[in-house]
Structures are given as structure tokens and as C-alpha cells.
């Protein structure tokens, strides 16, 4: 028989926020978890263009009353599961083509993200938790080094060639 993983402390980074439209596999995987362990489901921060390309929308305005400190980015949406939306603007960075200035900017927003998270772990007194990456590959790359996992999972679905 396989054994399940059973009230461990979770924490979900991926490319799909808690509140998009359209179906997300993360998000299912978030759900599945939450049945046996304490799941963080933590949306993309906003990044700059995001800001400068949809300031008028709902969610938007949401996100920078959450950075601004005017509204809670930790949300319960049920028994063991978390939404959080990071209080942190991150930089548009996918446009740099010198590699060394796109991994310094990649880094510092790596940070801005880890400190938004910690604040958030720290709240919800997760310890020795697992970190599942569901292909964030640019915004999460430095988490591990700055978040310190027990462990972590890089989840790819996609086929790729190197």
C-alpha cells in the first residue's frame, strides 16, 4: 500500500493566482493536499506591468490595497487551506537580455517574494515545510535557498527538450 503525505505544512507556488477564471491543475493539487495537511496557496505577485497594463481591474486594485497595507493578503478558503497574496511588487524582468542583469533582478525579486511568504509562514506557524514549485520557474527559482524548505518539489508537466 502507498503511503500519503498526512499533516505536513505545504506551501504552493505557481504561475496561476487562486482567482483565475479558467481550470488549474495547481490549484486541484492545492485541494488534494489540503485533505491530510495545512496548504499555502500563494498567488504570483504582481509584477510591474501587470500594474502599468491593468491598473483599472478588480484584481489589480486588490493587489495594491493588499502592497499598500490596506487589506489582509491571507486568506482562509477552507478547513487547511490558505490563499495568500504576496505584499510585494516585483519587477518585469522577461524583456533583459544581458543574463547577469536578469539574474540580478531575478534575485532581488526572488527576495521580495521569500519575505512575503515568510511573513506568512511565520502567521501561520508552518514549520519543516515542503515547498511545491509548480513551474515558477523564474520567480521562484532562488525559494529554496531563501525560503529553506525540508524539502522541495519542482513540478513540470510540460515536455521539454534541453
Not at 32 to 56: A, M
Not at 84 to 112: A, G, H, Q, R
Not at 132 to 140: A, P, R
Request: glycine share 4%.
Amino acid at each position: 500500500m502507498y503511503e500519503t503525505l498526512h499533516g505536513r505544512d505545504i506551501i504552493v507556488v505557481g504561475q496561476q493566482p487562486w482567482d483565475t477564471e479558467i481550470g488549474s491543475n495547481c490549484k486541484n493539487i492545492a485541494l488534494e493536499f489540503s485533505k491530510n495537511n495545512r496548504v499555502l496557496y500563494v498567488n504570483s505577485p504582481l509584477d510591474r506591468i501587470t500594474l502599468y497594463r491593468n491598473k483599472g481591474e478588480v484584481k489589480t486594485k486588490r493587489r495594491i490595497d493588499i502592497i499598500k497595507g490596506e487589506a489582509d493578503g491571507l486568506i482562509e478558503i477552507q478547513e487547511n487551506l490558505w490563499n495568500f497574496y504576496p505584499d510585494c511588487m516585483v519587477e518585469s524582468i522577461n524583456w533583459i537580455p544581458n543574463t547577469s542583469i536578469f539574474n540580478l533582478l531575478n534575485l532581488l525579486n526572488n527576495k521580495k517574494l521569500a519575505k512575503s511568504i515568510a511573513k506568512a509562514i511565520s502567521r501561520l506557524q508552518f514549520k519543516d515545510f515542503i515547498l511545491f514549485n509548480d513551474n515558477e520557474m523564474f520567480k521562484g527559482y532562488y525559494l529554496n535557498d531563501l525560503l529553506k524548505p525540508k524539502t522541495s518539489i519542482y513540478y513540470s508537466r510540460d515536455y521539454m527538450i534541453a
